[in-house]
């Protein structure tokens, strides 16, 4: 996956990937430190299409020092004018999203990046959602395909109280339970999850306290039954390979050498092979890579267990190899 080198004043082709500069439409508060933004391309030009869980990347100058941060889709899939983002204010990040919410009004303009989806909706005839904080924001989609899709489904929405919990007007079915932390405390998992279906499956987004807690309740269920989407990275082991491996480029027909302080990402980019990235965590998938020979080690937190064993592909900001030598499709 390959950055090109042509670029327009507007639309740019990156790879594989749409990218363009998109004007505020609208903008408001909705909830505490939660901003939703209404986005259109700035000629005009009809977006890309995407499915229910795909994020694209907002790109802040870099001036900011911030660079590419992803947010998730939340409007009408349907809708090829306008694209619609929650951003939560983050008082201890790197800076972006205070950012989106001090800079960004109706008028200014940003460049956007995708979208790209991790986190799809499978066919299922019955859902259990769970969302915790802005992690409501994939999920809104969700539930609305599920509907259309005459699925059964539950949501189970939790914040640290309501003033917190974005969308709340848009959430009035009854198949779903707020549950603000000040209210009513931690979500019950074990009466929501304690049962495995077979049916069923369960998409959840949130921080990284519930998404583990969720994990742990889903593994007696089926394999697949669950699918997450994390904001930030989750914890890894120490790399199965302590010292350097090699990685060949089978495209660029370089051989690079991968120290033990460097990703594979980072040589690539030193040896002029650029490839499509944005966070650097392994959390957005933009940097997915085929691996044509070798055994990956794994350390990212996009793919599922079964795609991670496949070992056909790789996020080469932050995994690295189980053996001497890799060879990926770059």
């Given at each position: 996956m390959t950055i090109a080198a042509q670029r327009t004043t507007t639309v740019t082709a990156v790879g594989d990937e749409y990218e363009a500069d998109a004007i505020v439409e609208s903008r408001y508060e909705a909830a505490e430190d939660v901003v939703v933004l209404t986005l259109r391309e700035a000629g005009g030009h009809p977006l890309p299409r995407w499915d229910p869980g795909a994020h694209i990347d907002l790109l802040i100058p870099a001036a900011d020092g911030t660079g590419a941060r992803q947010y998730s889709l939340c409007g009408d899939p349907a809708d090829q004018h306008e694209w619609r983002v929650g951003v939560l204010r983050e008082h201890d990040?790197?800076?972006?999203?205070?950012?989106?919410?001090?800079?960004?009004?109706?008028?200014?303009?940003?460049?956007?990046?995708?979208?790209?989806?991790?986190?799809?909706?499978?066919?299922?005839?019955?859902?259990?959602?769970?969302?915790?904080?802005?992690?409501?924001?994939?999920?809104?989609t969700m539930v609305a395909a599920a509907e259309a899709a005459g699925a059964e489904w539950e949501l189970v929405y939790g914040g640290r109280r309501r003033a917190s919990m974005a969308f709340l007007d848009e959430l009035t079915d009854a198949r779903v339970t707020i549950r603000p932390q000040d209210e009513t405390g931690l979500l019950d998992l074990d009466d929501l999850l304690g049962t495995p279906r077979a049916d069923t499956l369960v998409y959840c987004c949130g921080p990284e306290p519930l998404l583990a807690a969720v994990e742990e309740r889903c593994a007696s269920w089926p394999a697949g039954s669950l699918r997450v989407e994390r904001f930030a990275p989750k914890p890894v082991a120490e790399p199965v390979l302590a010292g350097a491996f090699e990685v060949e480029l089978a495209q660029s027909g370089l051989t690079l050498t991968i120290p033990p302080d460097r990703s594979i990402l980072e040589v690539a980019e030193e040896a002029e092979v650029r490839v499509l990235s944005s966070c650097s965590e392994g959390t957005c998938g933009t940097c997915e890579t085929a691996v044509l020979e070798g055994e990956p080690d794994h350390r990212d937190s996009v793919l599922t267990d079964e795609e991670q064993e496949a070992n056909d592909c790789m996020m080469i900001c932050v995994s690295r190899s189980r053996c001497p030598r890799l060879v990926l499709d770059l």
């Open positions: 990040g790197r800076g972006g999203s205070a950012h989106v919410h001090d800079a960004l009004h109706p008028g200014t303009q940003v460049r956007i990046r995708g979208p790209r989806n991790h986190f799809p909706l499978l066919p299922s005839p019955r859902y259990v959602f769970i969302a915790g904080g802005i992690g409501i924001t994939p999920i809104l």
